[in-house]
């Protein structure tokens, strides 16, 4: 029961896994239930693989080290999360050491499958600089066990996007302004020693305006819904601390009635924090 408590009260604004069913080799296997009326944008379905593989990954590691976000191959989205319902996870370890985890997972919404994540690489960093090793130890057994408490995700905020500039059938860039520490929730899971935006956010960020720039441009414009359908190359460089400022840009490579693909990323001054290719397409289905 301690265990349980203890999950439910520091994990419950980032944490995307309920419990964990299946552990054995290279797999391992578990579930997330997306709680009703909440934001739940289509990028945390990857994070929940992600973290999946990084209970893992740590576990492997007797919890003195953490992957952080670092490369991924290819994120292949096929259908969108919804609330209530929920995402049966899996990952597999393809080589975990203490330098770095290489997986690949998916995620299923009522047995279809919902997303791929290909090829993804999380560099390892010494777990004590962001949370206690034992705690985390603590958690994890939870997760083997009864699982955590459900509903405790509040959702998301809307990314906070100024300065607008738009160019139809070229580029889009804008200036994210991310919240100060405690001005969000997800900073008390992400982490509790070393608050860091997550970069599935910044991902999303970064879809939203690839979409919004396909909308207004020839010869998707006239497409009543689009989404990312493919995110891939995505290399997060850096850490974003609280209260940073980012320029965010996606710019068009081509376009036409099925698909519009688009270079984008994410600076800090004259630094580059992450960048990725993203593909979006007419919404095909519900």
């Known amino acids: 029961m301690h265990g349980r408590v203890a999950m439910s009260g520091r994990f419950r604004s980032f944490s995307f896994v309920d419990r964990i069913t299946h552990r054995a080799g290279v797999r391992i296997e578990g579930h997330y239930t997306v709680p009703l009326g909440v934001n739940f944008p289509a990028s945390l379905m990857a994070e929940a693989v992600g973290q999946l593989a990084a209970w ?21 989205y096929h259908q969108l999360p919804h609330a209530g319902c929920t995402l049966q996870l899996q990952a597999d370890i393809e080589h975990c050491d203490a330098e770095a ?52 995700f509040g959702g998301v905020p809307a990314p906070d996007l100024r300065e607008l500039a738009l160019q139809p059938g070229e580029r889009i860039g804008v200036t994210l302004q991310v919240p100060a520490a405690g001005g969000a929730p997800y900073f008390d899971d992400h982490f509790p020693r070393r608050p860091v935006f997550p970069g599935t956010l910044l991902m999303d960020a970064l879809a939203s305006l690839s979409v919004q720039l396909a909308q207004q441009s020839e010869p998707l414009r006239a497409a009543q ?20 400022q980012l320029q965010l ?31 979006v397409t007419p919404r095909s289905g519900p």
């Open 56 to 76: 893992s990954a740590m576990a492997q590691l007797d919890f003195a080290w953490r992957p952080v976000a670092g490369l991924a191959g290819a994120v292949h």
């Open 101 to 152: 985890v290489a997986y690949s997972g998916k995620a299923f919404i009522d047995g279809r499958l919902a997303l791929e994540l290909q090829d993804s690489v999380g560099p390892m960093l010494a777990m004590d600089e962001f949370d206690a090793p034992s705690a985390v130890r603590a958690d994890f057994h939870t997760l083997l066990g009864a699982g955590a408490a459900p509903g405790r």
């Open 225 to 244: 819904a689009l989404f990312s359908t493919k995110v891939s190359q995505v290399k997060i460089r850096s850490f974003t601390a609280p209260g940073a």
């Open 249 to 279: 840009e996606a710019v068009l490579q081509d376009i036409d009635a099925q698909r519009a693909r688009l270079k984008v990323a994410a600076r800090s001054g004259d630094k580059t924090v992450a960048t990725a290719r993203i593909e």
